[in-house]
C-alpha cells in the first residue's frame, strides 16, 4: 500500500510538533551548540546533527532551532572531511 503525500506531510509536521519540545528540553542550560558535528562529540557543548546518536541531539539545521538565541555563547561547526 502506498501513503498519499498528504499524509507523509501531516505525520512529518506532528512528529516536529512532538520533537521540538523534547529537543527544547536537551538544549536548556546550553550555551555553546555545536552545529553538523557528524561523529565528533567535543565535551561540554550540545552537539547537534541530523541524527540522534548517544550524546548527539538529532535536529533538521534547515529548521529554526528551539532556543532563544540571546541564551547562547559561542556556535561551532567545522567543515566535512573528504576524501
Given at each position: 500500500?502506498?501513503?498519499?503525500?498528504?499524509?507523509?506531510?501531516?505525520?512529518?509536521?506532528?512528529?516536529?510538533?512532538?520533537?521540538?519540545?523534547?529537543?527544547r528540553?536537551?538544549?536548556?542550560?546550553?550555551?555553546?551548540?555545536?552545529?553538523?558535528?557528524?561523529?565528533?562529540?567535543?565535551?561540554?557543548?550540545?552537539?547537534?546533527?541530523?541524527?540522534?546518536?548517544?550524546?548527539?541531539?538529532?535536529?533538521?539545521?534547515?529548521?529554526?532551532?528551539?532556543?532563544?538565541?540571546?541564551?547562547?555563547?559561542?556556535?561551532?561547526?567545522?567543515?566535512?572531511?573528504?576524501?
Amino acid at each position: 500500500m502506498i501513503t498519499p503525500p498528504i499524509v507523509l506531510t501531516a505525520s512529518l509536521k506532528l512528529l516536529k510538533i512532538i520533537y521540538r519540545p523534547l529537543v527544547r528540553k536537551k538544549l536548556e542550560g546550553k550555551t555553546r551548540l555545536h552545529l553538523a558535528c557528524g561523529g565528533n562529540v567535543v565535551d561540554g557543548w550540545a552537539n547537534i546533527d541530523q541524527y540522534s546518536k548517544g550524546e548527539i541531539i538529532g535536529w533538521d539545521l534547515t529548521e529554526k532551532l528551539p532556543v532563544r538565541s540571546d541564551t547562547i555563547e559561542l556556535i561551532y561547526s567545522e567543515p566535512a572531511m573528504s576524501g
